[in-house]
């Protein structure tokens, strides 16, 4: 299986916020950034938390990606029970290795944006979603928006431009390809 490795150079690239930093916890954040997401044309979520407090918020995401962990320790009990309770969403497991993309991974994402209005949660069931936010970018329709967690600060929306979609493609060509 193919796999795109996030080489260390990168990892400080990364650490700022693709979008803008709504600082806080839990739902809060999201009550920030609602005028956003309710026009948005698709809303996609990254990680447990995330996707926990938009559905909190009454928001639920079109496409959230969840590994049952956060922080690499195990989500909360109510988080995973919320999470896992999400049967109107058809499940698609994964492997995604830490610090990579999978090939496995992209090509779940990019099925599940280009596909038909459902409702999909896409679950990490070895290795994590770190970096899930970068095809989830590439891939959604302009006009979406990504949602993920920001550790110990709060939560960033980016919004899919073109330009977005072009600096993730930049940081994509950069990683390392493996086999």
Known sequence: MKVLRLPGELRSK??????????????ECIEGMSDSLRSASKV?????????????S?????????????KRKPSPDHVRREINDLHEYE???VCNPAATI?????SAIRDALAGEK???KIFVTSGEEDLATLPAILY???????????????SV????????????KSIIKMMIVEE
């Open 14 to 27: 990364l650490k700022k916020p693709l979008g803008k930093l709504y600082r806080g916890k839990g739902v």
């Open 44 to 56: 996609i979520a990254v990680g447990d938390i995330t996707t926990f407090c938009l559905l909190a």
């Open 58 to 70: 009454s928001i639920e995401p079109d496409l959230c990606i969840v590994d049952n962990k956060t």
């Open 91 to 93: 499940t698609i497991e």
């Open 102 to 106: 999978s090939q496995e991974l992209m």
């Open 118 to 120: 459902r409702r999909i």
């Open 140 to 154: 959604a329709p302009e006009g979406s928006v990504v949602v993920y967690g920001q550790p110990n600060e709060g």
């Open 157 to 168: 929306l980016v919004e899919v431009t073109p330009e977005r979609k072009e600096f993730v």
